[in-house]
C-alpha cells in the first residue's frame, strides 16, 4: 500500500514492529498511538485492564491495519456529533 493521508509505514523507526503481526507487508504506522486509546470498553481492540486500572493494548494490532483509518475517523466523528 502506497503512503498516504491513511497509511504510513516507517521502517526506519527504532520501534519498528512495535507488535507482532502475521504480516508487516501492510502494517500501518499511521497511529503510533491509537486515537481510541481514551474509549476504555468502547474501542473495539484487544486489550485488558491491569489490577491497577491502565488499559494495555500491547496485543492490539488494530489501529495498525490499513482500514483502521476509516473506523477511527467514524468514532471519533461520533463522539462529537
Not at 39 to 52: F, R, V
Request: hydrophobic share 25%.
Amino acid at each position: 500500500m502506497k503512503n498516504s493521508y491513511k497509511y504510513f509505514r516507517n521502517n526506519e523507526c527504532e520501534y519498528f514492529p512495535c507488535h507482532k503481526a502475521d504480516s508487516y507487508e501492510d502494517f500501518n504506522c499511521m497511529f503510533c498511538f491509537c486515537p481510541l486509546y481514551h474509549q476504555k470498553q468502547t474501542c473495539g481492540g484487544n486489550y485488558y485492564i491491569s489490577d491497577k486500572g491502565i488499559k494495555i493494548c500491547t496485543d492490539c494490532i488494530k489501529p495498525h491495519k490499513p482500514e483502521f483509518y476509516d473506523y477511527a475517523m467514524e468514532r471519533l466523528k461520533a463522539e462529537l456529533f
